[in-house]
């Protein structure tokens, strides 16, 4: 569908940080980002103290745990090395979920909707949106989840079983609509602080997650999924919208945070054939910057 451009340095540096904790900006104590950075196999000094070259430094906050050690292998980076004249490598990307067209639909006239203490229908809500796959996804909405990544893949839990809905399967194809109207939320039943992402718990208001779904037939696209956190906002007159937040995408179990992603809308609606070499280069189609 598209194409991610991914950059590794070889000698990261080994930092002591316990293992399952995660990024938190800013910290406690000491500085974040080192005096330097490096880019294309080359070191440039950081043109501004404490700044995240690629987004706002409150983003950090989304990236999650750092990479754990599993039962029984250590997760590492999985591509090799690129040569020095050739730094950035091609990654593909299956799935997207347009943050754009993600909305709430609202429920009143449901003959099956709760009332409340007044005898007033309860107003409900189900989430709907637009995404685009070049495999087959299973799609499932978590509402307060919190995040942990297991075997490279995000897994999120909710305190509630009737916060999680039911995960639905979608074939390839671009502008898909998902709706479930079986899924609702009851904002009646929410805290105000449950609205927004609770950074301090680890909590996010809603998640989003596309998994690719092709079983152990296609390997190549195992270890892929998008991710989209999201907010809720409530107005003057007691209605909701929801406000999406970060996206991730997971590719090859190696989780980047989006920061954009351009041109995949305008793809050919029709849906897409494989091509005759599935790891050609697609960024003519798709630009994505990430980090």
């Known amino acids: 569908m598209g194409s991610l451009l991914s950059r590794r340095i070889a000698g990261v540096e080994d930092i002591d940080i316990q293992a399952n904790s995660a990024y938190r900006y800013p910290p406690k104590s000491g500085n974040y980002f080192a005096s330097h950075f490096f880019m294309g196999g080359e070191k440039f000094d950081t043109p501004h103290p404490e700044g995240y070259l690629f987004g706002e430094n409150m983003d950090l906050n989304f990236l999650g745990n750092r990479p754990v050690q599993a039962s029984s292998y250590i997760l590492s980076f999985p591509y090799i090395t690129p040569a020095p004249h050739e730094p950035v490598k091609t990654l593909r990307s299956l799935v997207n979920i347009r943050k754009d067209s993600l909305r709430l639909v609202r429920y009143k006239d449901d003959v099956d909707s709760p009332t409340e203490e007044n005898g007033k229908q309860k107003v409900l809500y189900s989430l709907e949106f637009t995404f685009d796959a070049d495999a087959r996804v299973a799609i499932t909405i978590y509402c307060q989840a919190t995040e942990e990544f297991v075997g490279g893949m995000a897994v999120y839990s909710t305190k509630n079983p009737s916060l999680q809905s039911e995960t639905v399967h979608y074939k390839r194809g671009v502008s898909q609509q998902f709706s479930l109207p079986s899924f609702k939320i009851d904002f009646s039943e929410w805290k105000d602080d449950e609205l927004n992402f609770d950074l301090d718990r680890g909590v996010f208001p809603v998640v989003i997650r596309a998994v690719v779904d092709e079983g152990d037939v296609v390997v190549e696209v195992t270890g892929h999924a998008h ?11 007691g209605s909701f919208s929801v406000k999406p937040l970060k996206q991730k995408q997971i590719v090859d179990r190696v989780s ?22 599935e790891n050609s280069d697609n960024s003519n189609e798709c630009v994505v910057c990430l980090s």
């Open 227 to 237: 991710v989209l956190l999201a907010a809720f906002e409530k107005h003057v007159d």
């Open 256 to 277: 980047y945070l989006l920061q954009e992603i351009y041109g995949i809308e305008n793809k050919n609606n029709q849906e897409t054939k494989p091509s005759d070499d």
